[in-house]
């Protein structure tokens, strides 16, 4: 995506405001050109303590959502960047006020009643915030009403909550959705319909969700976790086919703990002396359970050193360690970068930040472009407005002719294809998330190598040609396949020109 479209289309913006007065019209471009120039919004959201704020810290690799139980976890709380850190308590009435860290941690009392608070906005000077903004979310489906509504307004799935009349304003918060789960629920399965339902009017697909799996740590005591929950993640794809684009294991607790630095070499040492203590079974023992953890005699290790190396890695990381240490590992820089490579953050965090803080420009213009063709065609309004809307859909129309804006046709093919109203047989539909959510064009075509995009990208124009001229299909679904088959076209023309040059 070019950054000049999502400069002209502000400046599209610009000068439709420049000629609208105040008023309700004013105020519905307003937004659309302040969210074409805000960060990518990424939401993290799921069940009561599904280990959100955990995975929040992580991907932040600082320790700032609270994970505790407290007011701050039964509020909305989002993570933006600014020079200037603060953190503050937004009120339903519109109001603000400033709330104090404790020791850069989110505290548990926000000072004024939960139901009077809208979000709290935490600015941080964190590099990895000037392209995503993160936003935690409280739990769904807990005992608390007041908590699930306010989760469920945010994301759009609950308008006739205070919550959700708070947001409406705004079409979709979220641009990305983060979903835990420790195993796929009836109610997983409603939040991430109604997630994919809210958008699909933008034209946004299931690729803009992930689902992480977030308790693996838990399902073995003697199989490396992350390779017992591959058969449950392919189930849960399977079953979340059309509304997740993939489906990922992580423990976060390892994750938070490796990327927040979370371990010093007073933990290294301390770890290095349960590793040199007594054979395999005494080994066995001492992580048999958390109560025998902390309860073993043998081990010369105190106890608060041994409730903060359990609080930091669990009994899972503490075996990752121990190993690691037994193999040669020493220091705590080379603990953690195990136990980074243990907690599968990293294929997340690729998800996140590179296949869809890649596309946030190509998500914002795509969204703005739907948001604008909207207003377009907006009635009950002054009649010297609605001519300043009307004039809005012949620079409509060349934008989306342009064919750095074709991968916008793309996505809404994916789209109808992830809500099932564009049925493809299996290779075709995994062909199309690919050509739809990769960054490049050897990801995009699935070439082999750059020499190779070409040739690539003819195939792909070809197997689309066949789908398209099959006389079995219909002419709408003709129409999107051959919308695919140009980008392939457009990506072989574009390497084309790049092996001229």
């Known amino acids: 995506m070019s950054v000049d479209v999502n400069n002209e289309l502000m400046a599209l913006c610009d000068s ?37 704020s955990t995975l929040v810290n992580a991907l932040l690799g600082q320790r700032v959502a609270a994970v505790d139980a407290g007011e701050c976890t039964r509020v909305v709380t989002r993570f933006t960047y600014s020079h200037h850190e603060r953190t503050e308590v937004v009120l339903t009435d519109g109001s603000s006020r400033n709330l104090a860290m404790r020791d850069g941690t989110l505290p548990s009392e926000l000072g004024v009643p939960v139901d009077q608070v809208r979000e ?43 919550a959700g009349r708070d947001t409406a304003a705004s079409i979709g918060q979220a641009d990305a959705l983060v979903f835990l789960m420790p195993n796929m629920r009836q109610s997983d ?10 958008y699909a009017g933008a034209g946004l697909s299931a690729f803009n969700a992930v689902a992480v799996l977030s308790k693996i740590d838990q399902l073995s005591r003697t199989a490396d976790p992350l390779v017992a929950a591959e058969p449950i993640a392919r189930r849960v794809a399977d079953e979340a086919k059309g509304l ?35 054979d395999d079974l005494d080994r066995e023992d001492l992580l048999l359970s958390p109560d025998a953890f902390m309860a073993h005699t043998g081990a010369s290790v105190d106890v608060a050193t041994r409730r903060r190396l359990f609080e930091r890695l669990g009994l899972y990381g ?11 590992a020493r220091g705590a820089a080379a603990l953690m970068r195990l136990l980074d490579r243990s907690s599968g953050l990293e294929p997340l965090r690729s998800h996140v930040m590179e296949r869809l803080g890649a596309q946030a420009d190509l998500l914002k213009a795509h969204s703005a472009l739907s948001d604008l063709r909207r207003l377009s065609y907006m009635r009950d309004v002054d009649p010297a407005e609605q001519a300043v809307l009307r004039g809005l859909r012949s620079p409509l129309d060349r934008f989306e002719m342009d064919p750095t804006l074709h991968r916008l046709k793309v996505a809404e093919v994916l789209q109808d294809a992830s809500t099932g109203a564009f049925r493809l047989p299996e290779n075709l539909l995994r062909d199309l998330e690919r050509l ?10 699935g070439a082999a190598s750059p020499v190779d995009v070409a040739d690539a990208a003819l195939r792909g124009a070809a197997l689309w040609g066949r789908f398209a001229n099959d006389p079995r299909r219909s002419p709408v679904d003709v129409r999107r396949a051959r919308a695919v088959k140009e980008a392939y076209e457009m990506l072989w023309g574009e390497a084309q020109a790049r092996s001229a040059v």
């Open 16 to 52: 439709t405001l420049a000629t609208l007065p105040e008023g309700r019209v004013r105020s519905a471009v307003e937004v659309v050109r302040t969210n074409l120039g805000r960060p990518l919004q990424v939401t993290v959201a799921g069940g009561v303590s599904s280990g959100k």
């Open 120 to 162: 709290v906005v935490v600015h941080l000077s964190n590099r990895g915030l000037q392209q995503l903004a993160i936003v935690d979310t409280p739990g769904l489906n807990t005992v608390t009403e007041s908590n699930q509504a306010q989760t469920e307004g945010f994301l759009g799935l609950a308008a006739d909550s205070r």
């Open 189 to 198: 399965v409603d939040v991430l319909t109604g997630f994919r339902d809210l």
């Open 244 to 278: 997740v684009s993939s489906v990922l294991p992580v423990i976060g607790l390892l994750a938070e703990t490796s990327a927040c630095a979370r371990l010093d070499e007073d933990d290294a040492r301390a770890l290095e002396e349960l590793a040199a203590f007594g």
């Open 318 to 328: 503490l075996q990752v360690a121990l190993t690691a240490i037994d193999d040669g």
């Open 436 to 445: 739809a959510s990769a960054s490049d064009p050897v990801r995009r075509t």
